[in-house]
T-cell receptor, first 110, second 115 residues
Framework: GENVEQHPSTLSVQEGDSAVIKCTYS??????FPWYKQELGKGPQLIID?????GEKKDQRIAVTLNKTAKHFSLHITETQPEDSAVYFC?????????FGSGTRLQVQP | DAEITQSPRHKITETGRQVTLACHQT?????MFWYRQDLGHGLRLIHY???????NKGEVSDGYSVSRSNTEDLPLTLESAASSQTSVYFC??????????????FGPGTRLLVL
């Protein structure tokens, strides 16, 4: 089955700096790559996603890049703010079920 | 507004007891999923359903069962609770068809403690 690895497990940045989280996947058949944000005590919430026919996607301060050849994708958050502090999960899918990475705890220091 | 709810939000039970966690969604989504979340493991898929009367095993299905008798509900049953099943459980749903079919919407979670 699919295996998704995510790095780093924790990330601390200063407010206003950029944050990058990286994921690799094992199955070249995966074609959908969402990113979820989870705040304390809540369920994960989709923040951005990308499909395998696209190399990059942006939504305001958030962007995701996909390298199908290397089988890795990354989340980029620019101009970080304290409210960006949360746990972020990447995931990969070949259909309807998702395989998640182990998560990155992002701490934005004011 | 459409939503996905889970109950109870917190549960304490004893080893060997049967426990059922409820999941209810009002989006009329065909696809429903159960995950467990443990530190260092992210979210792992327990069971999923692509429609009424359809159920499938996920990565960590041992000791769990589900049944789907209608579109809105997918209850998760722990047949004989074990301490290893202490975890936070999340239910999710997604629709079938269209460009957004893979997007999963998560419930608020159930925190289960097995003593």
């Amino acid at each position: 089955g699919e295996n998704v690895e995510q790095h780093p497990s924790t990330l601390s940045v200063q407010e206003g700096d950029s944050a990058v989280i990286k994921c690799t996947y094992s199955d070249s058949a995966s074609n959908y790559f969402p990113w979820y944000k989870q705040e304390l005590g809540k369920g994960p919430q989709l923040i951005i996603d990308i499909r395998s026919n696209v190399g990059e996607k942006k939504d305001q301060r958030i962007a995701v890049t996909l390298n199908k050849t290397a089988k890795h994708f990354s989340l980029h958050i620019t101009e970080t703010q304290p409210e960006d502090s949360a746990v972020y999960f990447c995931a990969a899918s070949m259909g309807r079920a998702l395989t998640f990475g182990s998560g990155t705890r992002l701490q934005v220091q004011p | 507004d459409a939503e996905i709810t889970q109950s109870p939000r917190h549960k304490i039970t004893e080893t060997g007891r049967q426990v059922t966690l409820a999941c209810h969604q009002t989006w009329n989504h065909n696809n429903m999923f159960w995950y467990r979340q443990d530190l260092g493991h992210g979210l792992r898929l327990i069971h999923y359903s692509y429609g009424v009367q359809d159920t499938n095993k996920g990565e960590v299905s041992d000791g769990y069962s589900v049944s789907r008798s209608n579109t809105e509900d997918l209850p998760l049953t722990l047949e004989s609770a074990a301490s290893s099943q202490t975890s936070v459980y999340f239910c999710a749903s997604s629709e079938v068809g269209g460009g957004r079919r893979e997007t999963q919407y998560f419930g608020p979670g159930t925190r289960l403690l097995v003593l």
